[in-house]
């Protein structure tokens, strides 16, 4: 049984530039969560995505965004692409058991560095 | 803000247990302990949580106090492997969106 995969394992981009990250969630989860995790410190949460809709959000900007597919994967895009946005890009899963968030499970991440 | 106070970092001898506390003075009653540990550069690593009882699994125990203000993760046998930051989350279990709000969370170094 697979568990959360996420593509591509590292990423280069220079300033200004948009980038797209992908996550697919565990067998039988339907519900995705990104996160940040800037170097030495713990992951942030930037939003979570269930039913192809944005259910809730961190303190992150527009810039920032994301979209579930009707096969629960999940992209994580950010245009316009700062230095700060270099980072550690996670994706967890989890289910949803009457309407009520179980045990999230992370990926391997996403490596994002921005020159 | 994290709900959770851990120190910076523990050390362990290979073979030894390792008990990794956690302070949350401040959960409520309808809040879960979890754990979740992070080797370097990987993701986080789900281990185990609980509400009141004590907890175990393949991985670990968790011994959460009477008055619920604190929590012992305990790895039995600390091997090599073992080494990484530990995070210790208080979150509510089940609710329509739980996100997980992470501390800087106890590097445990296991020594051979």
């Known amino acids: 049984d697979a568990g959360v995969t996420q593509s591509p394992t590292h990423l280069i981009k220079t300033r200004g530039q948009q980038v797209t990250l992908r996550c697919s969630p565990k067998?039988?989860?339907?519900?995705v969560s990104w996160y940040q995790q800037a170097l030495g410190q713990g992951p942030q949460f930037i939003f979570q995505y269930y039913e192809e809709e944005e259910r809730q959000r961190g303190n992150f900007p527009d810039r920032f965004s994301g979209h579930q597919f009707p096969n629960y994967s999940s992209e994580l895009n950010v245009n316009a692409l700062l230095l700060g946005d270099s980072a550690l890009y996670l994706c967890a899963s989890s289910s949803r058991t009457s309407g009520r968030v179980d045990t999230q499970y992370f990926g391997p991440g996403t490596r994002l560095t921005v020159l | 803000d994290a709900k959770t106070t851990q120190p910076p970092s523990m050390d362990c001898a290979e073979g030894r247990a390792a008990n990794l506390p956690c302070n949350h003075s401040?959960?409520?009653?309808?809040?879960?302990v979890y754990w979740y540990r992070q080797i370097h550069s990987q993701g986080p690593q789900y281990i185990i949580h609980?509400?009141?009882n004590n907890e175990t699994n393949e991985m670990a125990s968790l011994i959460i106090t009477e008055d619920r203000k604190s929590s012992t993760l305990i790895l039995p046998h600390a091997t090599l492997r073992d080494t990484a930051v530990y995070y210790c989350i208080v979150r509510t279990y089940g609710g329509a969106t739980n996100k997980l709000i992470f501390g800087t969370g106890t590097l445990l170094a296991v020594q051979p």
């Open positions: 609980g509400l009141k």
């Open positions: 401040t959960i409520s009653g309808n809040e879960y």
């Open positions: 067998s039988g989860h339907d519900t």
